[in-house]
């Protein structure tokens, strides 16, 4: 299963909030593609990007597939600067019989440890085909920590990574949570039991230590749990029935907990479990969220994945403040910039940078972009 581009959030925190200075203005950095007959993808597709930017000014991420001119290969980690230029520091290639003993198809992102390694997971490959977790340096140099489903009914799943406050990762994948040593010691943190808690889908460390996550429960209705760093786990709230949360969770400068629905709701959640939507997203700003971050000006930015009102649905980029009021909107073009955006982060020169699953203007067949959207916003 693809994971959702809700992985992929930067929080940061401001205390002031100010109306958008100007309408976001969306343009390429860098457009992925195949040729013509798919025998070479030398950077990958279907790119993804960590929610890291070094000092040296580089963007990092992962594409889902091929890569360095091998149309077999399961992935690619690259780095791309601001004006467009990419290196891939690693090729997730198929080994002997075809064997991904590194892993193949990268979860979405990746987070940087306290070594100033990047640490992440693939969905698939590895010593039983079910993923592992990797370990890569800025220059390069890679290695496999963890080889998903060592353990007997395989209840270690490959979800993204959350370095906590302990120096430990943390992840959750289905029906569980899980803790994971930066040697790749694996151990479990809850278990879920399905008919009771539902699945864990999204997961962050709140100021308060626990982590809050969202998942899902029958049928089909979203939830917002907690669960403490000892494994002690509360749903904290659940939606109307059908109704999904689409974004992960972001903690804001006032302490609440923001994220969107498949309604189109952008919601507020506070520690106290009060549950308030904010602002209602049109067809033109969205209508559904998909991804969430608090920006410099103080205000909730966001990405619809499959939004807009061209007939492709290319995708949009809206700004709400934390009271509700949705300050601007802008579309994307699949032609001009890419469409389909999954996740972005603010740079430190105030421009967001993310990244759009297709389109773009690279010849042969555009498998997405790296994007840049300016909206006049301070560096920070």
């Known amino acids: 299963m693809r994971y959702v581009a809700s992985f992929l959030v930067s929080i940061v925190l401001f205390a002031s909030t100010s109306s958008a200075s100007s309408a976001p203005t969306i343009s390429q950095v860098f457009a992925f593609a195949c040729n013509q007959d798919f025998t070479s993808c030398p950077d990958g597709f279907d790119p993804a990007l960590g929610p890291i930017q070094l000092a040296t000014g580089f963007l990092y991420g992962t594409t889902w597939w091929a890569g360095q001119g091998n149309a077999n290969a399961g992935g690619t980690v690259f780095k791309v600067t601001t004006t467009g230029s990419i290196a891939v520091l690693h090729t997730f290639q198929p080994g002997t019989g075809g064997k991904f003993a590194e892993g193949e198809n990268p979860v979405l992102g990746f ?8 640490y992440g997971t693939t969905e698939s490959g590895g010593a039983h085909k079910a993923g ?18 060592s353990l007997g009914g395989c209840p270690d799943g490959p979800g993204p990574l959350l370095l906590a406050k302990d120096g430990n990762f943390y992840g959750a994948e289905n029906e569980t949570i899980f803790r994971i040593t930066p040697r790749g010691q694996w151990s479990l943190l809850y278990g879920l039991n399905a008919t009771n808690d539902g699945t864990a889908q999204t997961l962050i460390q709140g100021s308060d230590g626990n982590f809050y996550g969202t998942g899902t429960i029958y049928p089909e209705t979203g939830t917002i ?3 403490t760093p000892k494994g002690q786990f509360t749903i904290l709230y ?3 029935e059908f109704e999904r949360i689409t974004t992960k969770l972001v903690q804001a400068s006032d302490g609440n907990f923001y994220g969107g629905t498949s309604t189109g709701a952008v919601f507020q959640f506070t520690l106290s479990r009060t549950f308030t939507v904010i602002a209602t997203l049109t067809q033109g700003e969205g209508p559904t969220p998909t991804f969430l971050l608090q920006a410099s000006d103080g205000n909730l930015w966001g990405l619809c994945m499959n939004g807009g009102t061209a007939p492709d649905r290319p995708g949009t980029v809206f700004a709400v403040t934390p009271s509700g009021t949705v300050l601007t909107s802008a579309e994307f073009n699949c032609a001009s910039d890419g469409c389909n955006p999954e996740g972005m982060i603010q740079g430190s020169d105030g421009n967001f940078y993310g990244v759009a699953i297709s389109g773009g203007t690279a010849p042969g067949h555009p498998l997405g972009t790296v994007f840049k959207i300016d909206a006049g916003l301070a560096p920070h």
């Open 132 to 149: 592992v977790m990797y370990r890569l340096t800025p220059r390069g140099s890679f290695n496999v920590l963890y080889n998903f489903c």
């Open 238 to 240: 659940q939606l109307p």
């Open 225 to 227: 749990f907690r669960v």
């Open 111 to 118: 987070v940087r440890g306290p070594d100033g390694a990047f």
